[in-house]
């Protein structure tokens, strides 16, 4: 759905600069293409597209953050356990959620 909307808005940005058509019917492109986008309905729908990409984008960061913290202590993990001994560092819990608790706290 999203590439057939991003092909007409393509196709119809191309038509519009493209058109040797003259200035009457660019204007008349410009005035539908106003009307369209100030339609209650588009705006109500444009506004949920955004506000979902929103929350998709702070879904997806905490998920790369989770999954960062936790390759990061496997590869931590294997390099130390390669390690003599007495070269071994102490054992450190790591709270993966330290971070969600602290942003929810600021805001």
């Given at each position: ?24 019917r ?31 984008s ?19 993990e ?6 003599p ?23």
């Amino acid at each position: 759905m999203a590439h057939k909307a991003a092909f007409v808005i393509g196709l119809a940005t191309g038509y519009v600069l493209g058109s040797k058509a003259g200035r009457e019917r660019y204007d008349q492109i410009v005035k539908a293409a106003k009307k369209v986008s100030e339609n209650p309905s588009v705006k109500r729908s444009t506004d949920a597209v955004q506000a979902q990409a929103t929350n998709l984008s702070a879904q997806a960061k905490r998920m790369m953050q989770e999954k960062a913290g936790t390759i990061g202590h496997d590869v931590m993990e294997k390099v130390t356990n390669r390690l003599p001994e007495g070269m071994r560092p102490a054992k450190r819990q790591v709270d993966l959620d330290a971070a969600s608790r602290t942003e929810g706290a600021m805001t």
